[in-house]
C-alpha cells in the first residue's frame, strides 16, 4: 500500500513553537510561500494514481489544509490519525516537554506517557493500516508525531525511530508499506 502524508499547514501554536496536540487550532491564513509549496504538491499529487480515499483527523486544522488543496469533498474524517496527546505539555513551549522527558523522546519514545502512552499511539497507526490494507492507496492529511509515527512503522516496525526526524509543516511524504505481518 501506499500512502502520500501531508501534515497539516501551520497554526499559530506551531508559529508561536507550543505544543498543540489533540487542541483544536484552525490554520494560519496560507502565505504566499506556503501556496507555492500547496501549489507544487498539488501538482506532484496530480502525477500519482487516484487515490482510494482521502482522510483527514478530528482536528480541523487537517480538514483545512485538505480543503486548501483541492480535497474538502473527498475527505473522509478518520479518529485514528488524531494527533498524539501532549497533556499538561499542550499549549506550552516545546522546549518544556524536552527538558522533562531527556533523551528519552529521541532514544525511547515508546517509554514516554504524556497526555497518552506513546504506545498508543503506535497501536492507532497499526490498526490504521490494517484498517486499510486492502486499498492501493491513501491520501493522509495528517500530524507530525503522527506521521513520524507512521514512517518509524513501515520503516522498523515499531515507533521506536519517529523522533530521529522532523515533518516539517506542510511537507509532503511518501510511505510504502510493504506485506510485513503486522
Same mark, same amino acid.
Given at each position: ?23 483544536? &487550532?484552525?490554520? +494560519? ?7 507555492? @509549496?500547496?501549489?507544487?504538491? =498539488?501538482? =506532484? ?21 485538505? *480543503?486548501? $488543496?483541492? $480535497?474538502?469533498? *473527498?475527505? %473522509?474524517? %478518520?479518529?485514528?490519525?488524531? &494527533? ?11 522546549? %518544556?516537554?524536552?527538558? %522533562? @522527558?531527556? /533523551? ?5 519514545? *515508546? ?7 506513546? &504506545? *498508543? ?10 484498517? $486499510?490494507?486492502? +486499498?492501493?492507496?491513501? +491520501? ?20 521506536? /525511530?519517529?523522533? =530521529?526526524?522532523?515533518?516539517? !509543516? !506542510? &511537507? +509532503? ?10
Amino acid at each position: 500500500m501506499r500512502i502520500v502524508a501531508i501534515r497539516h499547514l501551520p497554526t499559530l501554536f506551531n508559529a508561536e513553537g507550543l505544543l498543540q496536540g489533540r487542541r483544536d &487550532e484552525p490554520i +494560519l491564513p496560507p502565505t504566499a510561500a506556503m501556496k507555492r @509549496v500547496i501549489g507544487a504538491n =498539488r501538482r =506532484r499529487l496530480l502525477d500519482m494514481p487516484v487515490f482510494d480515499r482521502v482522510l483527514v483527523s478530528r482536528l480541523r486544522r487537517t480538514a483545512m489544509t485538505a *480543503q486548501a $488543496y483541492g $480535497y474538502s469533498e *473527498q475527505k %473522509e474524517v %478518520e479518529p485514528l490519525l488524531d &494527533e498524539l496527546a501532549f497533556g499538561h505539555f499542550e499549549g506550552r513551549p516545546r522546549s %518544556e516537554m524536552l527538558a %522533562e @522527558v531527556g /533523551s528519552r523522546w529521541i532514544e525511547a519514545p *515508546q517509554t514516554l506517557v504524556l497526555g497518552e502512552p506513546m &504506545e *498508543q499511539l503506535g497501536e492507532r497507526v497499526r490498526q490504521l493500516i490494517l484498517k $486499510y490494507r486492502g +486499498l492501493d492507496s491513501l +491520501l493522509i492529511f495528517g500530524h507530525g508525531a503522527w506521521i513520524r509515527a507512521l514512517i518509524a512503522f513501515a520503516e522498523h516496525g515499531g515507533i521506536e /525511530s519517529m523522533n =530521529r526526524n522532523e515533518i516539517a !509543516n !506542510n &511537507e +509532503l511524504t511518501c510511505i510504502t508499506l510493504g506485506g510485513a505481518p503486522l
